[in-house]
């Protein structure tokens, strides 16, 4: 059986399998990257709760693993040699999951550095800008008088959703016909766009048809629909 004992976040969160990765993490347009990718390779995993909400984020426990309080954070028992691994940051924990599944992401090294080049963009664009506008659209941000900084993320916004329909055209994912982590780390970004940030107007989602059907699939999926729910607050 693997000891964690060497992992505090452990102490906190207590693993009842620990032979299964261990996943902290809360159902964010961040955090359903991980459990989306492990619904869909079918990885055993665990699955703990870490209310961001109570800053559980930022508990010596979870700063242990993630020293930038962050969710999602992982602990693999099998990790490389056998021996236990944690991970943060979600673009690195989907690299490492489909490494370690052999699944969504090409093993052609063009094709592997084009997909991760589209979770690079995810994570440098698409998801710090649409999080701007959550912010400013529907939370503190939206009570400033100046309404300069909601204007440029939505036209930034706007510019990142043309970026990913021009790519989607002729494509039913966005590295072609090969679902793959590109798209399961966009996938929740988007859907919570046009519903937990209520911006579906003030971007013209719907003027993005690639976009929109891409997303139709993605959420078709029952690996998704799970996903986007783990682990949730009950």
Do not use: C
Not at 5 to 32: C, D, E, M
Not at 66 to 80: L, V
Not at 164 to 169: A, E, F, G, I, V
């Amino acid at each position: 059986m693997p000891d964690l004992s060497s992992f505090p976040i452990a102490a906190r969160w207590p693993a009842k399998h620990p032979n299964r990765i261990q996943l902290y993490s809360l159902n964010t347009p961040n955090g359903v990257k991980a459990s989306i990718m492990l619904e869909e390779t079918g990885l055993p995993y665990e699955p703990h709760l870490v209310d961001i909400m109570k800053n559980e984020s930022h508990t010596p426990e979870f700063l242990s693993l993630n020293p930038n309080g962050k969710i999602p954070a992982i602990i693999d028992p099998d990790g490389p040699g056998g021996q236990p691994l944690g991970l943060f940051e979600s673009g690195a924990i989907l690299m490492y999951l489909a490494d370690k599944s052999g699944k969504f992401i090409s093993a052609d090294p063009a094709q592997r550095w084009e997909t991760i080049q589209w979770v690079f963009f995810q994570m440098a664009s698409i998801g710090p800008m649409f999080g701007q506008v959550g912010f400013f659209n529907k939370f503190a941000g939206k009570e400033y008088a100046d309404k300069r900084p909601l204007e440029r993320y939505v036209a930034e916004s706007k510019r990142l959703l043309g970026v990913l329909d021009t790519q989607l055209d002729g494509r039913d994912w966005i590295m072609g016909d090969e679902y793959s982590i590109a798209d399961i780390a966009t996938l929740g970004w988007v859907n919570n766009l046009i519903t937990f940030y209520e911006a579906r107007d003030i971007v013209e989602y719907d003027s993005f048809r690639n976009v929109v059907a891409w997303l139709e699939r993605g959420l078709a999926r029952p690996a998704v629909q799970r996903g986007l729910k783990i682990p949730g607050r009950g």
